[in-house]
């Protein structure tokens, strides 16, 4: 037995897990918070001085946590930018997360390249607020002199990485990563320099793009360092999924992805066409609307929490006597509807029932998250299983509806960190190819999520039906706006 751990640097913490390499058993865990300040008014900060994700690494990994340890992998928070000098020495803060300061930049960058169709053909992705390209851009017009010191570009994982190696002069990332930050494309497996120039005005180094049972390097104390990937691809690796398996991520917004065999191109730019942690592709598609949906519901209808919501929708039936919610509250990505609002349709006296408005809260963010789905179906991905990921995959009346709707088998995991569990078989992965007992076309089957499996069953006609209704109100009151 050989053993290995698995590191995932979130927003908000580091998690490490220690696995048994051929089985993938965890033997022990570590946890500790970034040390980061809230900015005024709440939420994350979009600056983050990259020493945080050091100091809460160590302290994860204290107390002999990684002794035995031969192989270590990473993951990290994806749309993460760190600029470096030529020395190697950070020029800012990291710029991290959904930075809302890049908006007008990611307007800019479609235009500079001749709109969004062509950012789909370059990379696979239109720009938005959040991706790294977008960034580069805010960064030249806002901070010209940290722009113009800038000369190498890592992501999160990447100079974690680096950082674990002892600063080498090589430095690399993963297909996984490279695929979200707007100027790689996974359609050809290069990087696009030009995309970067066009965004900072200059080129820089790039860190170079290695195999997905590669490994980085070895630390100078003997450890072997696997390639790394995004928090989204490690997630995906560490529950094992495969072709006809999609994702269903459950926070305040929702995110579909599933393992694909090409990347797509979506000049829509519903879909953003990532690879994945194995040398597959890994299309994604995000909502806007998911939980945020149901706390609204709650607050209106004067229910304390999710579960007493969940608890007041089961006593209603599939189709909540006709009521439908389209749950665009912050508008919405899929369909791109930016500046709609919801829409509570189907009012009748004996349809004005907290139950019903409940059962049609949990329906529309589903069906919400079905569009996603058939986004993906539409272009001929295979979902024949979905796993439901988020707290709220627990809830009564998530678990009800959702087989029925999605018109699949859905599996709900227990709860663990899937992006750390991934990190270290990416890792166990690694260090059996550099040992000669691994092919690197085929990573360690290690043993699958513990998970409740859910069947559509006798409801899937009326999931359906349920699904249709909610459609055709989206049809009649935004005609034409999602075409799958």
Request: glycine share 12%; aromatic share 4%.
């Amino acid at each position: 037995m050989g053993i290995v751990a698995g590191l995932d640097s979130s927003p908000d913490f580091t998690r490490i897990v220690v696995c048994d390499s051929d089985t993938g058993a965890v033997l022990r865990q570590g946890y500790a918070p970034h040390p980061l300040d809230s900015p005024e008014g709440g939420g994350r900060p979009a600056d983050v001085d990259p020493q945080a994700w050091l100091l809460s690494l160590g302290e994860a990994a204290g107390g002999g946590l990684l002794e035995g340890v031969q192989a270590i992998g990473v993951s990290a928070q994806a749309n993460s930018v760190v600029p470096l000098d030529a020395q190697g020495n950070t020029v800012r803060p990291a710029m991290v997360g959904g930075d809302k300061r890049a908006q007008v930049a990611a307007a800019d960058l479609i235009d500079g390249l001749g709109g969004r169709e062509a950012w789909a053909q370059a990379v696979g992705a239109v720009p938005q607020a959040a991706h790294p390209v977008t960034k580069l851009r805010w960064l030249a017009r806002s901070e010209p002199d940290a722009a113009a010191r800038t000369a190498v570009l890592l992501q999160a994982h990447d100079w974690l990485v680096w950082q674990l190696l002892g600063r080498p002069v090589r430095r690399t990332t993963d297909r996984g990563g490279a695929s979200g930050t707007g100027y790689w494309s996974a359609a050809t497996g290069a990087y696009r320099p030009d995309l970067v120039e066009l965004a900072l005005g200059h080129q820089v180094m790039l860190p170079e793009v290695i195999g997905p049972a590669e490994a980085a390097g070895t630390t100078p104390e003997g450890l072997l360092i696997s390639a790394g990937t995004g928090e989204t691809q490690a997630a995906a690796f560490g529950l094992g999924i495969g072709l006809g398996d999609a994702v269903v991520s459950l926070g305040a917004s929702g995110s579909v992805m599933a393992v694909h065999t090409e990347p797509l191109v979506d000049q829509s730019g519903m879909i953003t066409a990532l690879a994945d942690a194995t040398g597959m592709h890994l299309p994604v598609v995000t909502t806007l609307n998911a939980v945020r949906t149901l706390r609204g519901a709650a607050e209106l209808l004067g229910v304390p929490d999710l579960e007493s919501l969940s608890e007041l929708a089961m006593k209603s039936t599939p189709g909540a006597h006709g009521l439908v919610l389209l749950p665009y509250l912050e508008g919405e990505r899929t369909p791109n509807l930016p500046h709609t609002a919801g829409t509570l349709a189907g009012l009748r006296r004996e349809s004005m029932r907290p139950e019903h408005l409940a059962r049609a809260a949990f329906e529309g963010m589903l069906c919400g998250l079905g569009d996603a789905l058939d986004v993906l179906r539409g272009r001929g991905v295979d979902v024949r299983r979905v796993f439901l990921l988020g707290a709220a995959a627990e809830l009564p009346a998530v678990q009800a509806a959702a087989p029925a709707l999605f018109g699949t088998q859905v599996v709900v995991p227990q709860p663990a960190d899937y992006a750390a569990i991934g990190s270290a078989r990416q890792a166990a992965w690694a260090l059996g190819v550099s040992q000669g007992t691994l092919d690197p076309r085929t990573p360690p089957v290690w043993q699958g999520a513990v998970a409740q499996v859910l069947e559509p069953g006798e409801e899937l006609a009326v999931g359906q039906a349920v699904r249709q209704q909610f459609v055709s109100v989206r049809e009649q009151t935004h005609p034409g706006a999602l075409r799958t």
